[in-house]
């Protein structure tokens, strides 16, 4: 079913019980796993900021565009999310479900080329990882950004985050955000996990500092460790025949 807006922000929770992933109809939303937050997230009747954004960028043109936003068009069904978006001769298809057996959130991103010549595009994810209980999140707001490491595993092509314990009995999630394709038309282009090289200072969710660069600077720097301010993102290329 399609959601009705009506002025006002639809939301859809997918979930196996153990991790559930909320979905606004423009793609916004977060992640939480057994009462911890794992993506941030705060509700905001009047915008959507917080989710796990995936960005497309033209690497002839250097435009750069949500795949899920309100301009798109959104369905959901008992066991997924869809989000469908055309803009500048693309069509991108986000498809988001919970996997029923493991704690694993799948975004299956499918583009199609509608134009007539050959496209070349990277395909970005970003969002910011929390790994704090979801009411001390909310109490904690400034805390969120702190104490949170990440660690680059080539082997898999993800990025791994981890909160700094604090205490020797305390136990430690780890979030895992990795990139997964098929075909030599996609490779992997980069990784980021400070918010503030890939976003810029007083930038939105909507227009990452990092992708507005000339073409031969977009590469992500794959700064990983500590960082005071924790952003998970991957870029891919990808080459499009007509």
Not at 79 to 84: L, M, N, T
Not at 214 to 223: H, S
Request: proline residues 5%; contains cysteine; hydrophobic residues 40%.
């Amino acid at each position: 079913w399609s959601p009705r807006a009506n002025g006002r922000p639809q939301a859809f929770v997918l979930s196996n019980g153990r991790l559930t992933s909320l979905l606004t109809d423009a793609g916004g939303g977060g992640l939480s796993w057994q009462g911890l937050a794992l993506t941030k997230y705060r509700t905001d009747s009047t915008r959507d900021e917080d989710g796990v954004w995936i960005y497309l960028r033209d690497e002839q043109s250097g435009q750069t565009w949500l795949a899920t936003s309100e301009q798109g068009r959104t369905t959901y069904a008992a066991h997924k999310a869809a989000f469908h978006r055309r803009d500048q001769g693309i069509s991108v298809h986000v498809d988001v479900t919970v996997v029923p057996a493991d704690d694993v959130e799948v975004r299956q991103v499918t583009l199609h080329n509608e134009t007539t010549r050959p496209r070349r595009f990277t395909v970005t994810s970003a969002a910011e990882p929390v790994l704090l209980g979801a009411q001390e999140a909310i109490r904690h707001p400034a805390f969120l950004r702190l104490f949170i490491e990440s660690e680059w595993v080539p082997e898999i092509e993800a990025l791994l985050f981890a909160r700094r314990p604090r205490s020797a009995r305390e136990e430690r999630a780890v979030l895992v955000h990795r990139l997964v394709h098929e075909g030599p038309r996609v490779t992997l282009e980069g990784y980021e996990t400070d918010r503030a090289a890939f976003f810029g200072r007083c930038e939105s969710a909507r227009s990452p500092r990092s992708l507005a660069r000339a073409r031969d600077q977009t590469t992500l720097p794959g700064r990983v460790g500590f960082v005071l301010d924790p952003v998970m993102s991957l870029t891919a290329g990808v080459d499009l025949g007509a």
